[in-house]
């Protein structure tokens, strides 16, 4: 079964690398490092602007007059938040992200939940990409859609797959499916209003379709439901603040590449999406997240606007889709770069797990990467593949640490305007501290819109996934300063045990006793003496008779059990042993036969030595170990016997000394 593990372990993984095989340099010229750190920002242009017609599309087709303004509203929320991390990335050039800002300056607690929600928001940044990817895709392969939710899980295991290999996407192959995506969605607005500038009447497929009642709408109701797609919509923002992680990939300096980058990945996203929502706007462009009365569900926005505008010609609308999947499944890539990495930091600082904190065979965080695959094809399945289910549980946990960073950057830049005397640097403190303080006011309009209109979509299991890894994290740093404590070495010498005591567990006077009293000697023991437990009056005369007749120079004790039980008599000596000499530290040696991996020449035959003749033996060594791990002073030493393989034990006359 090990070798069998072990040999399917490699098949997945390949041969591990030696520790000095470190990778390449990440540093990234200007060049590079946009156009492939903007794939996250990008590739929301995907699914955001369809978010906004999703929404209004509840209240029918009157309801979309409202897109454009709804639109709008959203790339607001874009402006002052693009601005708000352009100071972020210069004050905290060494990266970190939201939690590294949130944690320095509202202290470790504010920073758990910032950290809770970036782990939420990495894993549904992997669910959401996918299942987009999914539905792009099956406008080219319509057939895909009954199978969406298998199809994203089925990309998901792929992609972790091929993390877990160590094998990394290639910039100029990332940066190039950006550009071209960029360029086909910028071609697509482009070619779309000069037609409609030229006088041309487009109207999308989906125009005539009945998404829902069309009735009266109270003013209210027609304000609520705008602010749920001017909610849903602003998940265009997601990727924006990916740049606070990854500022170490700009060269020097890097604080000041990075904000430049953020700027220009920043303002195409604006504008890229503005346009597509107007665009949509004027075509006619319905979304619903249900089928219509005709029993149709609507392609993605974009597979729409494609249609339309190069009149369904696969030579345009095919380039199109496969850079959208293209793109999107680089963004979900990214985060299994991005978030093994942050789970890293998050270990190292005692929020998650140690483990987390290693890396695999191939150099990559391996069990990051083995829990971010799962929890995201896990959300895929649950949801159906719908992208607009999702979003509930994306926003919440995306707009939840933007309000932390962009509060925590209001309190650091008060801080820099206590100190800074500098009346430039003081100006610029102020515009900065203005900027942090609208866009978390911003961020917080969104998280509580959600709360408030959206908690049936999703958003209360956010809270709850939020909830449950804040209070994980910090059972876990509560633990691990309680055990730093207790093994912090004190001041001076340490105590060290007043005697050195073994114990031997004696069955049968055979080889692994031999083997287990070799070794009990060899560690020089104040005192030594074998222990049995009488179950059977008969059996215990005859292993008295036989230690005499061996000459075995080891004094040996057996204590009675009235009911036949092994376990609590040996138990109950020891922890006598212990309440005798308090000071004294006491080591059992108990034998564990060992299966080997086959028979050997001349020894036993015909595999009766297997893996699967393991539960066969050890079962009262393991509820001794069981039992005594639990013992202050006492060590359970366990000396292994390899049944089919083992070579000769020491000789006895060391035993008889």
């Known amino acids: 079964m090990t070798r069998s593990l072990s040999v399917f372990k490699r098949l997945l993984v390949g ?57 709008l509203a ?44 970036l782990v939420l928001d990495y894993i549904l940044t992997v669910a959401v990409s996918a299942s987009a990817a999914v539905a792009a895709l099956d406008v080219l392969v319509p057939g895909l859609g009954p199978w969406r939710e298998w199809a994203g899980a089925g990309a998901i295991v792929l992609l972790a797959a091929f993390n877990l290999r160590g094998l990394r996407v ?22 779309g209003f000069i037609r409609i500038g030229a006088g041309e009447e487009l109207t999308a497929a989906t125009a005539s379709a009945t998404t829902a009642e069309d009735r009266e ?58 346009g597509v929502v107007v665009l949509a706007y004027l075509v006619g462009a319905q979304s619903s997240a249900e089928p219509g009365a005709a029993g149709y569900l609507q392609h993605p926005l974009l597979a729409q606007l494609s249609d339309t505008v190069f009149n369904a010609s696969p030579a345009a609308v095919t380039p199109i889709m496969l850079a959208t999947a293209g793109v999107l499944l680089l963004a979900a890539n990214t985060a299994f770069v991005g978030f093994p990495q942050l789970a890293s930091v998050f270990a190292e600082d005692s929020l998650l797990p140690r483990q987390l904190h290693k890396r695999g065979d191939r150099l990559v965080y391996s069990n990051g990467i083995l829990i971010l695959g799962a929890g995201a094809a896990l959300l895929v399945v649950l949801f159906g ?47 900065a501290l203005a900027t942090a303080l609208l866009a978390a006011l911003a961020c917080a309009v969104v998280l509580v819109i959600v709360a408030l209109t959206d908690y049936r979509r999703g958003g209360w299991i956010a809270v709850l996934i939020i909830g449950g890894c804040y209070l994980l994290m910090r059972f876990i740093a509560q633990h691990y300063t309680a055990v730093r404590e207790e093994i912090e070495l004190p001041q001076g010498k340490p105590r060290l045990p007043a005697r050195s005591h073994a114990i031997v567990l004696v069955s049968s006077v055979n080889l692994p006793l031999m083997r287990m009293l070799s ?63 308090p000071r004294d530290v006491v080591t059992v040696y108990l034998p564990e036969y060992v299966v080997g991996q086959g028979p050997q020449p001349g020894r036993l035959s015909r595999g009766y030595f297997t893996w699967s003749t393991n539960l066969l033996h050890n079962q009262t060594t393991k509820a001794i170990r069981r039992q005594l791990k639990y013992e202050p002073g006492v060590m359970v030493c366990i000396v292994p016997w390899i049944l089919g393989e083992s070579t000769e034990p020491p000789p006895l006359r060391r035993v008889h000394k």
């Not at 990266?95 to 300056?105: H, I, T």
């Not at 290639?170 to 071209?180: E, K, Q």
């Not at 920043?266 to 890229?272: F, V």
């Not at 560690?523 to 005499?548: C, F, H, I």
């Open 217 to 274: 709408w109270t003013s209210a109701a027609l304000f609520i439901l705008c602010a749920r797609a001017f909610a849903a919509g602003s998940v265009a923002v997601t990727g924006i603040e990916t740049f606070t992680t990854r500022v170490r990939f700009f060269r020097p300096p890097r604080g000041r590449n990075a904000a430049a980058a953020i700027t220009a990945v920043g303002g195409a996203t604006l504008a890229l999406f503005t």
């Open 15 to 71: 041969e591990p690398f030696a520790s000095g095989q470190r990778p390449p340099s990440l540093a990234l010229s200007k060049r590079y490092a946009i156009p492939v750190l903007a794939v996250n920002p990008i590739s929301s242009l995907a699914y955001a602007p369809e978010q906004v017609f999703l929404v209004l599309g509840v209240a029918g087709t009157a309801a979309y007059a409202y897109s454009v303004w709804t639109g």
């Open 170 to 191: 290639s910039g100029r192959f990332a940066a190039a499916v950006t550009v071209a995506f960029v360029a086909g969605v910028a071609a697509l607005l482009i070619a």
């Open 385 to 431: 593949g719908r992208t607009f289910e999702l979003m509930g549980l994306y926003i919440v946990g995306v707009f939840l640490s933007m309000v932390l960073a962009n509060a925590a950057m209001v309190r650091h830049w008060r801080r820099v305007l206590g100190v800074e005397r500098d009346e430039a640097r003081r100006s610029r403190a102020r515009r």
């Open 519 to 581: 070794y009990a000697k060899a560690t020089r023991p104040d005192t030594l003496t074998g222990l049995s437990v009488n179950v059977d009056a008969a059996a215990s005369r005859q292993l008295l008779a036989e230690w005499e007749r061996r000459g075995i120079k080891v004094s040996l004790t057996v204590v009675d059990s009235p009911y036949r039980e092994i376990t609590g008599p040996i138990v109950d000596y020891v922890k006598a042993r212990r309440r005798d000499a």
């Open 74 to 117: 959203v790339a607001a929320v874009m402006v002052v938040v693009i601005a708000s991390y352009r100071y972020t990335v210069q004050a905290y050039p060494g990266g970190g992200g939201d939690y590294r800002v949130v944690a320095a300056n509202f202290g470790p607690g504010a920073g758990r939940l910032a950290a809770a929600a």
